[in-house]
């Protein structure tokens, strides 16, 4: 099935995808910000990918008439000691017009690069029981802005199939903002995959991710709130998402378990009271850092810009799912 998915994406050119709109603080009054679909194209992209009994592949298309070099990080959990978020990363080209399918278990580069002799990169990441994500930078300012399109998919071994374009960073987002996630148990969905990916944005190149550097939803005097089609709410405690097991792919609540059986719910003692559709309203409480790494940089990673990505997907675990980018904002400390 792998084999036949992969020859068939590989001529898919994908035409849309999800940019950040640039947005206002919540504080003050501001408006709700919104994720848009565009055609645009970005110069950074990130996705989710999954290989506990799933096949994932990410594309990445060059929209322009002209070579973009581009650097690819892996994230990888739970990693060497359960909790690691560990990284292989590596550079890569794109000519005009270029599309290239990244197959995470079996990575092999789109060009030959003269420092790098063979195509076949990071052996040994994402081979076994585990998940992360993967983000595509445009490298050394070479080719046009917002030239990179892209997407990705998840492939169940039940046969269902998370799709979802990628997300893409622009600089001039603002956070401070709400969040609102909606989930519906129609056609039989019982099962969610709740993802939240924090990372510091270093420079145009490169980001850094660790358990140390995370986002909060939630707080005391503005809680978590979940919806059932009754309209009936319930109070959840704040929920951190970070490059950690269990922090990373979450589920809704009792009603809406893990795909995979992360123990984590942001809505951990409700249930819902009909057997319907809701909405989860999360709001954002602030980013956190607490790695003093510096790799190689000058200051630390705590020094830098934070952002924050989500996807949501949902699946009856037999046959049929579907996933959508839930949110994505980026701001100082």
Same mark, same amino acid.
């Given at each position: 099935?792998l084999?036949?998915s992969l020859?068939?994406?590989?001529?898919?050119?994908?035409?849309?995808l999800?940019?950040?709109?640039?947005?206002?603080?919540?504080?003050?009054?501001?408006t709700?910000?919104?994720?848009?679909?565009t055609?645009s194209?970005?110069?950074?992209?990130?996705?989710?990918w999954?290989?506990?009994g799933?096949?994932?592949?990410?594309?990445?298309?060059?929209?322009?008439?002209?070579?973009?070099?581009?650097?690819?990080?892996?994230f990888?959990?739970?990693g060497?000691?359960?909790?690691?978020?560990?990284?292989c990363?590596?550079?890569?080209m794109?000519?005009a017009?270029?599309?290239?399918?990244?197959?995470?278990?079996?990575?092999?580069?789109?060009?030959i690069?003269?420092?790098?002799?063979?195509?076949?990169?990071c052996?040994?990441?994402?081979?076994?029981?585990s998940y /992360?994500?993967?983000?595509?930078s445009?490298?050394?300012?070479?080719?046009?802005?917002?030239?990179?399109? /892209?997407?990705f998919?998840i492939?169940?071994?039940a046969?269902?199939?998370?799709?979802?374009?990628?997300a893409?960073?622009?600089?001039?987002?603002?956070?401070?903002?709400?969040s609102?996630?909606? &989930?519906?148990?129609?056609n039989?969905?019982?099962?969610?995959?709740?993802?939240?990916?924090?990372?510091?944005?270093?420079?145009?190149?490169?980001?850094?991710?660790?358990?140390?550097?995370?986002?909060?939803?939630?707080s005391?005097?503005?809680?978590?709130?979940?919806?059932?089609?009754a309209?009936?709410?319930?109070s959840c405690?704040p929920t951190?998402?970070?490059?950690?097991?269990?922090?990373?792919?979450?589920?809704?609540?009792?009603?809406?378990?893990?795909?995979?059986?992360?123990?984590?719910?942001?809505?951990?003692?409700?249930?819902?009271n009909?057997?319907?559709?809701?909405?989860?309203?999360?709001?954002w409480?602030? &980013?956190?850092?607490?790695?003093?790494?510096?790799?190689?940089?000058?200051?630390?990673?705590?020094?830098?810009d934070?952002?924050?990505?989500? &996807?949501?997907?949902?699946?009856?675990?037999?046959?049929?799912?579907s996933?959508d980018?839930?949110?994505?904002?980026?701001?100082?400390?």
């Amino acid at each position: 099935m792998l084999q036949e998915s992969l020859y068939k994406i590989k001529y898919f050119i994908v035409l849309a995808l999800l940019l950040v709109l640039p947005m206002q603080a919540m504080a003050g009054g501001g408006t709700i910000p919104l994720i848009d679909q565009t055609d645009s194209g970005s110069d950074r992209l990130v996705a989710f990918w999954d290989t506990r009994g799933r096949d994932s592949l990410i594309q990445v298309t060059n929209t322009s008439s002209h070579k973009v070099s581009i650097h690819v990080q892996i994230f990888e959990l739970p990693g060497n000691f359960d909790t690691q978020c560990e990284e292989c990363n590596f550079d890569d080209m794109l000519t005009a017009n270029d599309t290239h399918v990244y197959n995470i278990e079996n990575l092999m580069t789109n060009a030959i690069l003269p420092d790098m002799p063979s195509r076949d990169v990071c052996n040994g990441v994402a081979t076994g029981d585990s998940y /992360g994500f993967m983000i595509i930078s445009r490298s050394g300012g070479e080719g046009p802005h917002n030239s990179l399109i /892209g997407m990705f998919r998840i492939i169940d071994e039940a046969g269902y199939e998370y799709r979802a374009n990628a997300a893409g960073e622009e600089h001039d987002a603002y956070a401070g903002f709400d969040s609102v996630v909606n &989930f519906s148990l129609a056609n039989g969905n019982n099962l969610s995959d709740l993802v939240g990916i924090t990372y510091v944005h270093i420079d145009d190149d490169q980001v850094y991710a660790s358990p140390g550097v995370f986002t909060v939803f939630g707080s005391l005097s503005h809680e978590i709130l979940i919806y059932d089609e009754a309209e009936h709410d319930t109070s959840c405690s704040p929920t951190v998402f970070a490059c950690a097991v269990g922090a990373l792919d979450k589920a809704i609540d009792n009603s809406l378990p893990n795909s995979k059986g992360q123990a984590n719910r942001v809505c951990a003692t409700d249930t819902l009271n009909s057997n319907s559709s809701g909405w989860l309203h999360l709001p954002w409480a602030g &980013f956190g850092c607490t790695d003093p790494a510096v790799e190689s940089t000058t200051p630390g990673v705590c020094d830098f810009d934070e952002w924050f990505v989500g &996807f949501i997907g949902l699946n009856n675990g037999n046959g049929t799912g579907s996933m959508d980018s839930w949110w994505a904002s980026g701001d100082s400390f």
